[in-house]
């Protein structure tokens, strides 16, 4: 009943932020009401390109896995990556995205629970690094462009070096944490004798600086991600046709990730249209319509690798109901590893 009541309001907070969003479009000069106007063209190599960011994503999480000496294939990798994005994509259950490839996972490799969870969070890290990385990088490089927008789009801006500000010290605070001196000194006494696993993340984490070179290859398979990722909206926004440069689309792209990230709606769907509209008419003037629309053209088309995720969630050896997934999350929650 709760996992229903937080999805609804999931639903509510989706729906009041799309009406907000299409309450700016002038629907009689948008593609809405002209599909004919849509170059397909472009959409398909937004489509193009949001598989490309799948098969990269999966690339970054294999990476994390090879750094903790785990035998799976890159191909395998790939294939949790596109089970997890329907997982998040179709987020009526209480298990998401990153519970399924844990689950699945731990299925080939059951003596490796906690492992194969650190690898997930590692490859979380790395995104969140790449991500605040880039935006600070575009921040310094055309702060004329990002100095003066709306009020809103002022805010916005302003969240965003907060929150991606926060992350690059959190992640820099785990690993300073994990370093040897510091986690010898953390459990001198044997402070926290109780809780062994607060002894073995910070180990399972400090492999990563002795495998350094796995974990820069994960990172910098996490720019050219993100770059593939933002292009496919570019994609989206010549579909509808929307005349931003690409320059402009690349600057607002990693505000409008790092707030669609947050657990707010359905899959990020309508914050990602109202983050759109605001901030592509402040760096640009794009109209509203063209906005909205370009978000949606981007996420149909990252939308669509989600739904093919499907396809090898019914292979034999993942098809498993989201009942037994949630049972055997529950299991792994309530395990004496994971207290």
């Known amino acids: 009943m709760k996992v229903f009541l937080v999805f609804l309001l999931k639903l509510a907070l989706t729906a009041l932020c799309l009406s907000w969003a299409f309450s700016q479009v002038d629907f009689s000069h948008s593609v809405f009401t002209r599909p004919g106007a849509v170059d397909y063209r472009w959409l398909a190599g937004g489509a193009a390109l949001a598989g490309l960011s799948v098969v990269l994503l999966g690339l970054r999480w294999w990476c994390f896995l090879r750094g903790q000496g785990m035998p799976v294939s890159p191909g395998r990798a790939v294939e949790l990556i596109m089970i997890d994005g329907l997982f998040s994509l179709a987020s009526v259950s209480g298990l998401g995205g990153d519970a399924a490839r844990i689950i699945l996972l731990m299925r080939d490799h059951p003596d490796r629970k906690l492992i194969i969870a650190m690898t997930v969070a590692a490859d979380h890290l790395a995104g969140m690094v790449s991500l605040a990385l880039l935006f600070f990088i575009i921040s310094a490089a055309r702060f004329e462009s990002l100095a003066d927008p709306s009020v809103l789009g002022r805010g916005v801006i302003h969240f965003a070096w907060f929150y991606l500000g926060g992350g690059l010290a959190l992640v820099a605070m785990i690993f300073i944490c994990a370093s040897p001196p510091v986690h010898r000194r953390i459990h001198g006494n044997n402070r926290f004798a109780r809780w062994p696993i607060m002894r073995r993340i910070p180990e399972l984490y400090d492999i990563y600086r002795k495998n350094w070179r796995l974990a820069l290859g994960g990172l910098a398979i996490s720019f050219a991600m993100l770059a593939a ?11 509808v046709g929307g005349d931003a440069s690409y320059g402009t689309v690349i600057c607002a792209m990693p505000v409008i990730d790092s707030i669609c990230g947050m657990p707010i709606s359905i899959a990020g769907v309508g914050v990602r249209e109202k983050l759109f509209e605001v901030l592509l008419h402040d760096l640009a003037g794009v109209a509203p319509e063209s906005a909205v629309a370009a978000s949606l053209a981007g996420f149909a088309c990252n939308a669509l690798w989600a739904l093919l995720g499907a396809l090898f969630f019914l292979k034999k050896r993942d098809r498993i109901s989201v009942s037994e997934l ?5 299991d792994v929650a309530s395990s004496p590893a994971h207290q």
């Open 229 to 239: 990722y933002f292009s496919s909206y570019y994609c989206g926004l010549r579909a």
């Open 326 to 330: 949630e049972a055997e999350c529950h």
